[in-house]
């Protein structure tokens, strides 16, 4: 079949996949931000815990951290996917 299209994997199959912005650069700023969005959570959570913040202001703190981190890897996942795919390694 000529028109035949399949399924390949963004980063599996074709590691030299170029996003809009460097992918080492992007995943290396996801993993900075989750980490700081779980340290926030932990110290809402210790906040809560000692009554220094009130369980409301606590689960507006999740649901910001959620909306954030959700942001985050859809981002992640989009520059991946709509980015280019090179034959040769891209320059640093």
Same mark, same amino acid.
């Given at each position: 079949?000529k028109n035949e299209m399949r399924y ?20 290396? *700023?996801? &993993?900075?931000?989750?980490? %700081?969005?779980?340290l926030t959570g932990v110290g809402g ?6 009554? %220094?913040?009130?369980?409301?202001? &606590?689960?507006? %703190?999740? *649901? ?9 890897? *859809? &981002?992640?996942?989009?520059?991946? %996917? &709509? ?10």
């Open positions: 079949m390949v994997e963004p980063d599996s199959q074709h590691p030299n996949t170029v996003g809009f912005i460097p992918p080492e650069k992007v995943r290396t *700023a996801s &993993f900075v931000l989750m980490t %700081l969005l779980i959570g210790i906040l809560m815990v000692w009554d %220094l913040a009130t369980e409301d202001t &606590f689960w507006r %703190l999740m *649901a910001s951290i959620g909306l954030i981190a959700g942001g985050v890897c *859809a &981002f992640t996942i989009v520059n991946t %996917l &709509f980015g280019k795919r090179s034959e040769t390694a891209p320059a640093s």
